[in-house]
């Protein structure tokens, strides 16, 4: 039985791209996955999270897809989300799909209705879900995702400089965005420029 677990990191970043990170394995490796400590990525220290991705690949299979800044500025971050989970899913085929819900519960049903419609079209059987808050943190081949996409995301971070974590409340990243408004400045390809953050900076210099 093939078994996939869905996460995704930087959902709430004013810099940089959402990454969706995908683990597939089947129920027999299970139990190698919990033994490898993977879990929610955010409750791990930068170097345990690479030393568990570098298990992960003799355990099942990685993958990750990344929507860009640009993307979510023309699009929606939901729909664009979703069709990652829907392209991840097509890939793998699995019998079992585990996702870190990226939603309040109440939205779960309406998630899950959107994901079988899809899937429908396709023309692949669908698999059985469970969507749930903190998923990354219930199951580990949804930490293991979550592992994939995190580790990712942070070295597309630490390649843009000195910027911080790249997330609204952070004052390096606040700092950084604040230097091109006061220079007049277009802001590079990196930042997601339709954030409330940006338009509060602006707002901030005209005070």
């Not at 994901?115 to 669908?126: D, V």
Request: proline content about 6%.
């Amino acid at each position: 039985m093939k078994i996939l677990g869905l996460d995704e990191a930087g959902r709430g970043c004013v810099l940089g791209p959402l990454v969706v990170g995908a683990f597939c394995c089947t129920d027999e490796d299970l139990e190698e996955v919990v033994r490898s400590g993977a879990t929610d990525s955010k409750k791990l220290s930068k170097k345990k999270r690479q030393e568990i991705l570098k298990k992960l690949p003799s355990l099942g299979q990685t993958h990750r897809l990344e929507v860009s800044p640009k993307q979510i500025d023309d699009g929606n971050l939901n729909t664009l989300e979703e069709g990652c989970f829907i392209n991840l899913i097509l890939h793998f085929k699995p019998d079992i799909v585990y996702i870190d819900a990226p939603t309040h519960p109440r939205g779960i049903p309406a998630l899950q209705q959107r994901l079988e419609m899809a899937i429908r079209k396709q023309g692949m059987n669908l698999p059985k879900w469970i969507i749930e808050p903190k998923a990354d943190l219930n199951y580990p081949v949804v930490g293991a995702a979550s592992i994939v996409a995190k580790v990712h995301r942070d070295s597309i971070i630490a390649a843009l400089g000195d910027v911080g974590s790249g997330y609204p409340s952070d004052p390096k990243t606040r700092n950084w965005l604040k230097g091109f408004i006061d220079r007049n400045e277009s802001f590079p390809s990196c930042v997601r420029t339709r954030w409330g953050t940006i338009s509060d900076l602006r707002q901030q210099r005209l005070l």
